[in-house]
């Protein structure tokens, strides 16, 4: 048994190096993760990376080749996927298509366990399904309905029971973008999630973002780094992370450590270089993302020379890009600073040197992982 940080409470969820493969496929290898009590825990990455996986391991619905899991200190191995009390919402949606939305949602409170009587059901159903917006829809066989419609009741199924953690698989990628930004809003402020500990599965960075009281980045079955979105905005651990949060992705500019301690791009000019806590002739990466850049450069040491390439209005503000050398930079400015740009229009991009980030360059061995104590 293994105690939260600081709090002497075991983990709500706790991954033990779990280890997961299917023939010679490794989904997951030696996974750590620590899900505290309450805790709302989005876990980000791109196909393929094992967060389905995990959930699934922690269901019980697949059995670790190596390491362990534990729900409240206790040792799950061996615990068949009923005795957890863990309630599981499918992106699949396995719902029963012939019944009714309202059958669906009703079904967990039919069973022995969660069973409720039929006043209280209707009463609890009615909650969910009017927090979820599918209350008009409940007499409707599910097989009527759409996509979106469906995701909704496969959610308000898995929220309607009392667990002691729910485990949600990208519960919100069938909706559209209007209905998935509200339902992002809803889904913190629904009390039943308030009060149950959370792992929520996601490849869509901006939810994660907005959802996680922290966030675990995975890759290739392994936890890449775990903390607050502040820890993971404003220190990634690699480019991988990096490239990970923000839209447009951050700016990876290639270069080395000169002679005298600072940064040197390989294309193109850059002034007010920052020095850089590595021995000289060090390949480094140089990340600043697109609405950390200005054009006006007010109050600015550092500045790169190019022409604009590209702009794109996106409301109140515009992306610019600009070719630095062969290197495109992209920025998000107010509309104000892009007027009357057009393209091959010379500008000097500017960033405040807090702002920049620096990494080791990218290897065989995988992402650059970022160097401490950088900038100065």
Request: proline share 7%; charged share 25%; net charge neutral.
């Amino acid at each position: 048994m293994t105690a939260s940080a600081g709090t002497g409470t075991p983990p709500a969820i706790a991954l033990r190096g779990v280890s997961k493969t299917y023939g010679r496929t490794k989904a997951l290898d030696g996974l750590e993760l620590d899900v505290a009590p309450g805790e709302f825990y989005c876990l980000l990455g791109p196909s393929g990376a094992g967060k389905t996986t995990t959930l699934k391991t922690v269901a019980g619905l697949e059995q670790p080749t190596a390491g362990r899991v534990e729900l409240d200190g206790e040792d799950m191995t061996g615990v068949e996927p009923y005795d957890r009390g863990v309630a599981m919402c499918f992106e699949s949606y396995a719902l029963y298509p012939h019944r009714t939305a309202y059958d669906n949602l009703a079904s967990p409170l039919r069973s022995p366990r969660h069973r409720l009587p039929a006043t209280q059901a209707r009463e609890r159903i009615g909650e969910i399904a009017g927090l979820l917006g599918i209350a008009a829809l409940l007499d409707r066989p599910v097989g009527e309905l759409s996509n979106g419609q469906r995701q909704r009741v496969a959610l308000g199924r898995v929220l309607v029971r009392p667990a002691r953690a729910f485990l949600l698989d990208e519960p919100l990628s069938h909706l559209d973008a209007k209905l998935r930004q509200a339902m992002r809003a809803e889904l913190r402020a629904i009390g039943a999630v308030q009060r149950t500990t959370t792992l929520y599965v996601t490849h869509d960075s901006v939810e994660a973002l907005a959802l996680g009281d922290r966030i675990g980045v995975i890759r290739d079955g392994r936890i890449v780094q775990s903390g607050t979105r502040e820890d993971i905005w404003h220190r990634p651990h690699d480019t991988f992370v990096a490239r990970s949060f923000g839209r447009p992705r951050i700016n990876l500019l290639p270069g080395t450590v000169g002679g005298d301690g600072r940064f040197r791009a390989v294309d193109g000019d850059c002034e007010g270089a920052p020095l850089v806590a590595a021995p000289p002739g060090t390949p480094v990466q140089l990340g600043v993302r697109p609405r950390d850049l200005t054009l006006d450069g007010s109050g600015s040491d550092f500045r790169l020379t190019g022409t604009v390439y590209v702009t794109e209005t996106l409301g109140r503000a515009v992306e610019v890009t600009v070719r630095v050398g062969a290197q495109h930079v992209s920025l998000v400015v107010p509309r104000s600073e892009a007027v009357g740009l057009r393209p091959d229009d010379p500008v000097r991009p500017a960033a405040r040197p807090e702002n920049l980030l620096l990494f080791e360059a990218d290897g065989p061995q995988g992402p650059g992982r970022r160097i401490e104590g950088n900038i100065s």
